[in-house]
C-alpha cells in the first residue's frame, strides 16, 4: 500500500499539471510567469565542510480584474542537494487580494526525503491600514524525525522610496521539546523604475534549518542582500547573498541567481 506521503506528493504532481493547464488556457487573457532559481552555498558544521545547492523552476499564472482584486496561483518544483544527497519536492500555491484583505497559502510534499520535509502547510491573512500591511502566517512542517509548528506576525510599511518589514516568529520543535524564537528586519529600497536594492538581517534561537544543523548553540544570526534589475517589459534578473552563523558550529555562505520571464 502506498505511503501517506508518496500519495501526497503524488497529488501535489496531479494538482501541478492542472495549475499550468488552467495557466496555458488562460493565456490570452491573463499574465502567465516562468522562473528559474539557482542558489549554491558552502556550509561548514561542526567544522566539516560541505556545499548545499537548492534549484527551482516555477510558473505562476495571474489574473487581475482590478488593482484592488487580484488572483495568482503558481508550481514549482525545486531540487536540492546537501552533500552527496539528492531530494526533490513539489509546491503548489495561491496568493489572492480582495480589497484591503490578503490571502495565501502553500502545500509542498517531497517523497521519502532524509532532510527535506515530507508535508509542509502554511496559511497567511494579511489586512491594508492605510499603507501598513499586518499580516498573520501559521507554518506546519512533517520531517522524517519531528514536527514543526510556526507562528509569524509581521508588519510591512511602503514609503515613497520603497518600503519596510519587522517579523517576529514563534514555534516549537516538537522532538526536541525546544521553542523556536526569530526576529527578522529587512527593508526595500526602489532606486530606480528598473532596478531595486533590498537587505536585512535575522536573529533568534532555532533560526536555521532543524534536520541538518546540530551544533551545541541554538543562538543564530543572518544577514542578506539583493539587488534586482528589469531588464525589459517582459525580462528580469535578481542576485541574493547571505552570511550565517550558530555559535561556532555552523557558517552559511550563500548566493542566489533569478531569471523571470513573463509571457
Not at 209 to 224: P, R
Request: overall charge neutral; glycine content about 10%; hydrophobic content about 40%.
Amino acid at each position: 500500500m502506498p505511503r501517506p506521503d508518496r500519495r501526497l506528493a503524488s497529488l501535489v504532481i496531479v494538482l501541478t499539471v492542472c495549475v499550468l493547464c488552467r495557466a496555458a488556457e488562460a493565456r490570452g487573457q491573463d499574465a502567465w510567469i516562468g522562473e528559474i532559481r539557482t542558489e549554491p552555498s558552502a556550509v561548514r558544521i561542526n567544522g566539516v565542510d560541505s556545499t548545499w545547492w537548492a534549484n527551482r523552476l516555477e510558473v505562476d499564472w495571474r489574473n487581475a480584474r482590478s488593482q484592488t482584486s487580484t488572483d495568482m496561483l503558481y508550481a514549482a518544483g525545486s531540487i536540492q542537494t546537501r552533500g552527496s544527497e539528492t531530494e526533490g519536492a513539489g509546491i503548489l500555491g495561491a496568493d489572492l487580494r480582495r480589497g484591503d484583505w490578503f490571502y495565501s497559502a502553500e502545500l509542498t510534499a517531497s517523497p521519502d526525503p532524509t532532510f527535506l520535509p515530507k508535508v509542509g502547510a502554511q496559511g497567511q491573512v494579511g489586512h491594508l491600514f492605510h499603507y501598513t500591511l499586518v499580516s498573520l502566517q501559521y507554518r506546519y512542517l512533517d520531517f522524517a524525525t519531528t514536527n514543526v509548528h510556526l507562528g509569524t506576525l509581521a508588519a510591512t510599511q511602503s514609503f515613497p522610496w520603497g518600503e519596510a518589514e519587522v517579523r517576529v516568529a514563534l514555534g516549537e520543535n516538537v522532538a526536541e521539546d525546544g521553542p523556536i524564537r526569530v526576529g527578522v528586519v529587512r527593508a526595500l529600497w526602489l532606486a530606480s523604475d528598473r532596478f531595486r536594492l533590498g537587505g536585512g538581517a535575522a536573529f533568534g534561537t532555532r533560526l536555521f534549518d532543524v534536520i541538518a544543523v546540530e551544533t551545541a548553540s541554538k543562538q543564530g544570526w543572518t544577514v542578506f542582500a539583493n539587488g534586482s534589475w528589469q531588464l525589459d517589459p517582459r525580462d528580469a534578473l535578481r542576485v541574493d547573498w547571505s552570511y550565517s552563523r550558530e555559535g561556532d558550529g555552523f557558517r552559511q555562505v550563500g548566493g542566489a541567481l533569478s531569471y523571470r520571464r513573463s509571457f
